[in-house]
């Protein structure tokens, strides 16, 4: 099982919210194929057919519990294929 899907497996069990890593997060999104620009201290993600716009901002070397749980909705909400092009 490679990094990214043990990532995947973490956030969409929901039991690691505030233990995620803020860099894999955004490795993540950016592999899932969003676009990131920055504004400040914020990296705000957007996608073609994604209405939500991702706006994360580390806390430490740490994701928010909350943007996690944002990311989960995301994922499940648009059905990603999540497990394609594994690691």
């Known amino acids: 099982m490679g990094k990214r899907e043990k990532l995947l497996r ?3 069990s929901g039991q690691s ?3 995620i890593s803020f ?3 955004v490795n993540l ?3 899932l194929g969003f676009k990131m620009r920055e504004e400040g201290s914020h990296k705000i993600f957007t996608k073609d057919g994604i209405i939500e716009r991702i706006n ?3 806390e430490g070397s740490k994701a928010k519990g909350y943007q996690v ?3 989960r909705k995301i994922l499940t909400t648009y059905k990603f294929n999540i497990w394609k092009n594994d690691e």
Do not use: A, F
């Open 10 to 12: 973490r956030i969409l």
């Open 29 to 31: 999104l950016l592999s």
């Open 17 to 19: 919210d505030y233990n």
């Open 69 to 71: 749980r944002q990311i």
């Open 56 to 58: 994360l901002q580390s």
């Open 23 to 25: 860099n894999e997060l």
